[in-house]
């Protein structure tokens, strides 16, 4: 079964300091994946997706991720963190092997930024 | 820029209450699903439309919970009866046609059984 884990339920970085979350997946196809970004009380916003072409994936807000099969990750980062990046963040992996595509998400990264 | 509508916001109930929540998807877009994410988790899918035809429900309380998309366009997730446990936030989301297209959540509904 595909899944998703996210390491580190909170993380906290200072303003201007690197934003690194990660995501590992399991997949027994080749994966898409995203990653969303929630604000308190909203829906879900979608940052950057990979579905299989350029490894590393730019997205909005200055957010980027790379896909790297070797370590079955796909990590999200930011260089330099603004306080309006606080949130939470989702990583997904969308179900190929079903031929359902649904979403199956990790269970969120809250960000933190100090000013 | 076109968005997935939901109402209401926030729902507040008692249990055995019956509850409904409703979606309107974007324009044109043919695959509709309802999340249910339980506070401090990642949203689990309950239910994906294509068009009209449920694609899957397999996470779907049937005992429970209903879901229908009569015309393919906008939908309604009921709950009769409600229970404690079904306090949560409804998402609903939608995609152009499944696959690799991405899926725009709405802001979702916020229920709270008491």
């Known amino acids: 079964a595909q899944s998703v884990t996210q390491l580190g339920s909170h993380v906290s970085v200072s303003e201007g300091a690197l934003v690194l979350l990660r995501c590992n997946y399991s997949?027994?196809?080749?994966?898409?994946l995203f990653w969303y970004v929630q604000y308190p009380n909203q829906g879900l916003q979608l940052l950057l997706k990979?579905?299989?072409?350029?490894?590393l994936v730019k997205g909005i807000n200055g957010f980027e991720a790379e896909f790297k099969k070797s370590e079955t990750s796909f990590h999200l980062t930011k260089p330099s963190a603004h306080m309006s990046d606080a949130a939470e963040y989702f990583c997904?992996?969308?179900?190929?092997?079903?031929?359902?595509?649904?979403?199956?998400f990790g269970t969120g990264t809250r960000l933190k930024v100090l000013a | 820029e076109a968005e997935v509508a939901q109402s209401p916001r926030y729902k507040i109930t008692e249990k055995s209450q019956a509850v409904a929540f409703w979606c309107d998807p974007i324009?044109?877009?043919?695959?509709l699903y309802w999340y249910r994410q339980i506070l401090g988790q990642g949203p689990e899918l309950l239910v994906q439309?294509?068009?009209?035809?449920?694609?899957?429900d397999s996470q779907l309380p049937k005992d429970r919970f209903s879901a229908e998309r009569l015309k393919g366009v906008d939908s309604t997730l009921k709950i009769q009866p409600a229970e404690l446990g079904d306090s949560a936030m409804y998402l609903c989301?939608?995609?152009?046609?499944?696959?690799?297209?991405?899926?725009?959540f709405g802001p979702g509904t916020r229920l709270t059984v008491l």
């Open positions: 989301a939608s995609s152009l046609r499944g696959d690799a297209d991405t899926q725009y």
């Open positions: 997949s027994s196809v080749p994966p898409y």
């Open positions: 990979y579905t299989s072409a350029a490894t």
């Open positions: 997904a992996v969308s179900d190929r092997k079903t031929g359902t595509y649904k979403y199956i």
């Open positions: 324009s044109g877009h043919a695959t």
């Open positions: 439309f294509q068009d009209e035809s449920v694609v899957d």
